[in-house]
């Protein structure tokens, strides 16, 4: 009987290391031998699993200019991350205030109803009265 194996592949995203003698970043290889592991760079989405492809895309221009400006890239990143943040907390608080204002609307179509019910009531109860003293 044959059987296969299905192996999975987890994407992890390549991230250079920072040198502390140099004070920039560098490629270091990520790979772990005999683990299946693949990679995305994020200077053109490319993915590589072995260390010769590994060695291909660190060699390329754009990967290079890439890291060279990694911490650049990074502060852009963590912008962007921020104003996120920013927004999606100044979404939750209106959504707050506008649940807060809907509540209060309900509350206040509901007394309003109650109003108007009770002023028909006693007008239809002062109505019968009234007919009632004319006979």
Known sequence: MNQQ??????MNIYKPTF???????????????RQILEFKCLCNQKTFNTLTKFKTHIALKGHQRYVSCYLEHMEDANDVKEEMMRLRTKYEINERKLKMSLKTTEEKLELAQKTIQEFINSSHSIHITQSMNLD
Do not use: F, H, Q
């Open 5 to 10: 194996t299905l192996s999975t592949t987890k």
């Open 19 to 33: 040198d502390l003698e140099t004070g920039k970043y560098i490629d270091e290889a990520p790979m772990v031998p």
